[in-house]
């Protein structure tokens, strides 16, 4: 009996735990017109990048760390799971100007905005993880890395099509520390 009572325990608590991807982490991106400079309202969409790709998460709360924009250090409640936001920065949509295919990438350091030649990225989707260096940039002429712009990845040159604000986020236990307190306490007093 007590040994159905420690697996239906821990079966539970694994059961509650969220969805991430190998490092735990999650990768959203906020749906509609994004603006790192305004904090987004609940009932906000987010499209998850990673680990579950286009599965949409619905904001129920957020909390800034006190800077009043998106940031590292801010908490973003989904779907009932809380995230400490790790990453805060753009989502570049591309698509290839030779063969149509198309991913998801965003940098993978802090950004001036102008040319990205040099930059390291990495792939959201299709192939999550793989880096990939900026080789060359064609500006629309504004000065400006943004849509309509052209950057080369491997001999291949890649549209911008969208830029979206994207959060890598890592959830937050299921339960509080006490509580795991607690369940020890509860076993020990049944064996």
């Not at 390291?120 to 943004?146: C, M, T």
């Not at 001999?155 to 509080?176: A, D, F, V, Y």
Request: glycine letters at 10%; one cysteine or more.
């Amino acid at each position: 009996m007590h040994r159905w009572l420690i697996i239906a325990t821990v079966g539970l608590l694994v059961a509650a735990a969220p969805a991430a991807g190998q490092d735990g982490s999650v990768y959203l991106e906020l749906m509609g017109a994004p603006t790192p400079d305004e904090i987004p309202t609940d009932g906000s969409s987010w499209h998850e990048l990673w680990p579950e790709f286009c599965a949409v998460r619905i904001q129920q709360s957020y909390m800034d760390n006190g800077d009043g924009v998106v940031s590292p250090c801010d908490f973003i409640e989904c779907d009932r799971i809380s995230f400490h936001i790790e990453w805060v920065g753009p989502t570049y949509y591309i698509e290839a100007d030779c063969s149509g295919e198309a991913g998801w990438l965003e940098p993978t350091e802090p950004q001036t905005g102008g040319d990205p030649t040099c930059e390291i990225w990495h792939w959201i989707y299709p192939e999550f993880g793989r880096e990939s260096h900026i080789d060359a940039w064609v500006d629309d002429g504004d000065g400006i890395l943004g849509l309509g712009d052209s950057v080369e990845i491997d001999g291949i040159w890649w549209r911008i099509e969208e830029i979206g604000l994207n959060i890598t986020g890592t959830p937050m236990s299921p339960t509080e520390d006490t509580t795991w307190g607690k369940i020890k306490s509860f076993f020990k007093d049944v064996f």
